[in-house]
Nanobody
């Protein structure tokens, strides 16, 4: 059974950085697209970053609100997914979730992801 376990959340001041990690327990991790989502209190879950595995390599996509500040990466040898977050803002405060897609093609839709981590809290103070 595939499991995802996030870590790295915490409290940071505005302008600071955090790196979230997501350990994935699956042998064929490199074959699946992955994504990071977040959910703030009273708001719907939204995708902040996603990947798609194409014949010419992996491509990454970002929500407009985090472009240039967040970067998704993965280490297939370690079966680990990362989200590097810089220039954090109070509006980035949310619970962050990593997710593994049902296929090699990542999207921004929660329904396209089959397995989810438990979430890690990120709080950005002003």
């Amino acid at each position: 059974q595939v499991q995802l376990v996030e870590s790295g959340g915490g409290l940071v001041q505005a302008g600071g950085s955090l790196r979230l990690s997501c350990a994935v327990s699956v042998r064929t991790f490199s074959n699946y697209a992955v994504g990071w989502f977040r959910q703030a209190p009273g708001k719907e879950r939204e995708n902040v970053a996603a990947s798609s595995i194409t014949p010419i390599g992996e491509r990454f996509f970002y929500h407009d609100s985090v472009k240039g500040r967040f970067r998704l990466s993965r280490d297939n040898a370690k079966n680990t997914l990362y989200l590097q977050m810089t220039d954090l803002r109070p509006e980035d405060t949310a619970v962050y979730f990593c997710a593994a897609s049902k296929s090699a093609y990542g999207t921004s839709k929660s329904a396209d992801y089959a397995v989810w981590g438990q979430g890690t809290q990120v709080t950005v103070s002003s």
